[in-house]
């Protein structure tokens, strides 16, 4: 009954380069670590907040501290709030010109492409460095045509009304734990303003950066995109690895009105000593559409399900998310759909990837409200394993509640198969390259969704992340 | 009273078929609650309930504490898991159960003919409790149809666990049909064990019943076991059919199945929770798990959980759901031929569930359950 045991070989995970690029760490302001009302009021004061924002931060942390952190999903148990930093600033203010942002800050972010990425026709960058926006610029003609882009504290100044009207309206403190410490520490991120019709054709970028150790990252973006407006958002994150457990619980609101498209795309490289509980949300109006492209590399525990609430009439939902999981990270991953209207549709198209221990999982959520008729879904998972060292899962519900539907659900889990890789090799093409190749292959229906300068990024991850796997 | 009808009836809410990873709290499907369900007394079931045949040499008794078992199945002993709709309701039939019977097939015996097991509530004999206990040595073969039926106006309890021991090359059958009335409750457990190359089919056949909660475990743990679950149901009115299954493989080739089809009328419920779980070391397994509900009404909710777990990356994993009303192309061609919609929509549903019901041994039951199902059809 021996059977001979495939043989694999393993090599360390290479360097990951520019990524885990660190500063020496210099700040104007520092929180205590850990929580009580006095840090939070002491955020809200240097912030030189208005005082319902103050007051929200207070009754977002006395639900954060009556909440229990939930009792499925990956192990939070080494996550020691206490221990983290949440509000760290740089010690520079506001740049609008990126020759003005301190040297070392600038070169961590030209190393990973934001300037050049906004030399390359980006409308507008915002980069966020530990918890602050160190730099924000958008194109002139878009500020003519009233498109605002710019950071949150800029905003609850200058648009006060309408952050009062939409911030945390989508995601409530009261979700979840992690939406309550959010709303309690919240500092930078970035604030978007589409006017009805404007169509916004080249997209706008965020880049989010957390340099110092053990702190916390909690930026909140939001995004408006009026009637009949179009908008796309690209957001990066990363961070360099220290030894003390990071947390990033950030918010994403977006509010996608009548008629309106929003393409969301994100590429997360967070460095593996980083706790990634992002809550993502949006809310689409009737005829409008919401575009989700999300790529998770990073992080040693990722909770982040993007949601769609489908609330008016034919309202759309597409969902492209890859999931990588390497050695000691726990990826926990995938999306929810809500269909509260009818002629309401969403698709789902997930892809993880698992090697050297690591666990990637998707979970899912598809619901169909009891008034949603003539509602169409379909979700494909596709899970990939690349040795039987690591973990894949699939946790899927379909919670239906009305019969004029049409739902499709499929999944598949496996790994690459020999006839595939025999049939490469047999076209003269070696081993490596031929597992290499299906990986790509793989991917690549998510990878044709990101814009270029980011596909390339996802491609070398991916490079960076199998060099250690395949052989 | 006893101690373990005391614990039954201590808590007021039950918790049945967790899944065994958990998710959203919000979705409410992690598990399901039932309220109120006590018992005041435990009672006899006084009823004949095998049939009469020439077993030949497999040994069919009733279920009695006179019966050692254990000495046939030590084997499989130090494996005992949690299974089961919860422990408090598989705990109760294996302290006090009231009937079920223990089937012993020696090496090489193949029995053609089915053994046949029937169980009619009524109001003298509203409870039956059943441990089931089926040891099939190596190499042989062996089918059970298991019926549950009531008449019309007893308040019926049935919970029962039914255990299998698939020894190397054997084939296990079981079919279990559920038909009672609406006023009636219905639980069931199941864990099964093949051995090597050894084979355990269940059949479902889910129709009855106010509430009807079940529970399959199959444990792949020899190189090249196999399990299969076919199961249908059909749910009206304000039943609730609740479906767990979880295939654990654990050998070398193992495989599984699972194949559920249904259809929710009026404000019937649906849970359907199928959990593929490939541990490490199951080289080469494969797993299929697919579900397909048919939706007949606005007022019904159906729910789906396709697990799949995975540890192992030598291995085939799928799953497929689908939900929605009938085929519209079907029921064009139907009607262009002449019937009209309610004949059309009741011939695609009855042939969905035709190649299941084929699969029972047994004419006559066969034609009771393809009639009731016409007949609830009908009443649409």
């Not at chain 1, 009062?164 to 520490?185: I, N, R, W």
């Not at chain 1, 408006?224 to 990066?236: C, M």
């Not at chain 1, 409008?288 to 990722?302: H, Q, R, T």
């Not at chain 2, 199941?190 to 084979?199: D, L, M, R």
Request: charged content about 25%; glycine content about 6%.
């Amino acid at each position: 009954m021996e059977e001979k045991v495939r043989k694999k070989t393993y090599i360390d995970d290479l360097d990951r380069g520019i990524y885990d690029v660190k500063n020496d760490f210099n700040y104007s302001f520092k929180a205590d670590s850990g929580l009580t009302p006095e840090i939070v009021m002491e955020i809200s004061k240097e912030k030189n907040e208005p005082q319902w924002m103050t007051d929200f931060r207070l009754k977002s942390l006395e639900i954060y501290n009556n909440l229990a952190a939930p009792p499925w999903g990956p192990d939070l148990t080494d996550l020691h709030m206490e221990n983290i930093v949440t509000y760290v600033k740089p010690n520079t203010e506001m740049k609008g010109k990126w020759e003005d942002v301190p040297e070392e800050i600038k070169k961590t972010f030209d190393l990973l492409g934001i300037p050049k990425a906004e030399r390359t026709s980006l409308a507008g960058v915002g980069a966020q460095y530990d918890s602050e926006v160190v730099y924000h610029s958008i194109k002139e003609d878009l500020v003519k045509m009233g498109v605002v882009y710019t950071d949150m504290e800029t905003a609850i100044r200058d648009y006060e009304a309408i952050v009062k009207e939409y911030f945390m309206t989508c995601v409530p403190p009261s979700d979840h734990k992690f939406a309550a410490l959010h709303g309690a520490v919240w500092s930078g991120g970035s604030f978007v303003y589409v006017p009805e019709g404007v169509q916004v054709d080249i997209p706008l970028q965020s880049y989010f950066r957390l340099n110092a150790p053990g702190a916390g990252q909690f930026e909140h973006t939001l995004i408006i995109v009026e009637k009949g407006a179009k908008l796309h958002f690209i957001e990066g994150c990363s961070a360099p690895k220290y030894n003390v457990n990071n947390l990033h619980a950030g918010c994403v609101e977006l509010f996608v009105k009548e008629g309106a498209r929003l393409r969301y795309s994100t590429i997360e490289n967070w460095s593996k000593n980083m706790y990634n509980l992002n809550t993502k949300r949006a809310i689409v109006e009737r005829d409008g559409l919401i575009e989700w492209v999300s790529g998770s590399f990073g992080s040693k525990v990722s909770m982040l399900y993007p949601m769609s609430i489908l609330k008016g009439e034919r309202a759309r939902a597409e969902f492209t998310g890859v999931t990588f999981a390497g050695k000691g990270q726990h990826l926990d991953t995938g999306c929810k759909i809500v269909h509260a209207a009818p002629y309401t549709t969403s698709n789902v198209n997930s892809k993880s990837i698992s090697k050297d221990g690591g666990v990637a999982l998707y979970r899912g959520a598809l619901r169909v409200a009891p008034n949603a008729h003539h509602v169409k879904a379909t979700v494909a998972c596709e899970s990939l394993m690349l040795d039987n060292i690591s973990r894949s899962d699939t946790i899927p519900v379909i919670d239906l509640m009305n019969d004029e539907v049409d739902i499709g659900h499929e999944a598949k889990i496996g790994r690459i198969s020999d006839e595939a890789i025999f049939y490469l090799m047999s076209r003269g093409i070696s081993e490596k390259e031929a597992k290499a190749m299906i990986v790509r292959g793989f991917v690549e229906p998510i990878a044709k969704e990101l814009p270029l300068e980011y596909a390339v990024e996802m491609n070398n991850l991916i490079k960076i992340e199998l060099e250690g796997a395949i052989g | 009273m006893n101690n373990t009808l005391t614990k039954f009836n201590e808590k007021d809410s039950k918790t049945l078929n967790t899944l065994p990873v958990i998710t959203w709290r919000w979705l409410k499907v992690n598990e399901l609650n039932l309220k109120d369900i006590k018992l005041s007394d435990l009672q006899d079931y006084t009823k004949p309930y095998i049939n009469e045949m020439d077993f030949k040499d497999v040994i069919v008794k009733n279920m009695n504490s006179k019966l050692k078992p254990n000495e046939n199945i030590k084997y499989f002993f130090n494996k005992e898991e949690s299974y089961g709709v919860s422990e408090e309701f598989t705990a109760l039939v294996e302290k006090h159960y009231n009937s079920g019977i223990y089937v012993h097939a020696p090496k090489n015996v193949k029995l053609t003919e089915p053994i046949r097991i029937e169980y009619n509530m009524d109001n003298e004999n509203p409870m039956v409790m059943d441990l089931n206990l089926i040891v099939a040595e190596e190499n042989s073969e062996i089918t059970l149809v298991i019926d549950y039926s009531t008449d019309e106006k007893a308040e019926a309890f049935h919970n029962g666990v039914t255990k299998i021991y698939a020894k190397d090359n054997s084939v296990v059958n079981v079919i279990k049909i559920q038909r009672m009335n609406d006023k009636s409750y219905h639980f069931d457990s199941h864990i099964a064990y093949s051995g090597y190359n050894a084979k355990v089919n269940w059949l479902q056949i889910e129709l009855g019943a106010k509430n009807s909660v079940t529970n399959y475990v199959n444990n792949l743990d020899e190189e090249n076991s196999e399990a299969n679950i076919n199961s249908i149901y059909f749910a009206d009115g304000d039943r609730n059919v609740d479906l767990s299954y979880l295939m654990n493989h654990r050998g070398r080739r193992s495989i599984s199945n699972i194949e559920t089809r249904g259809a929710l009328k009026d404000k019937a419920k649906k849970v359907f929770r199928g959990t593929l779980d490939f541990k490490k070391g199951a080289v080469s397994s494969k797993g299929n798990e697919e579900e397909y509900a048919i939706l007949l009404d606005k007022t019904v909710k159906s729910d789906a959980i396709p697990l799949l777990l995975c540890r192992e990356d030598d291995v085939q994993g799928q799953h497929a759901a689908s939900a929605g009303q009938i085929d519209s192309n079907k029921l064009f061609y139907l009607m262009s031929r002449g019937l009209d919609e309610k004949e059309a929509k009741k011939l695609i549903i009855e042939a969905s569930y035709a190649p299941i019901i084929d699969k029972i041994p047994l004419e006559d039951l066969r034609n009771i359950i393809s009639e009731e199902i016409h007949r609830r059809l009908l009443n649409a």
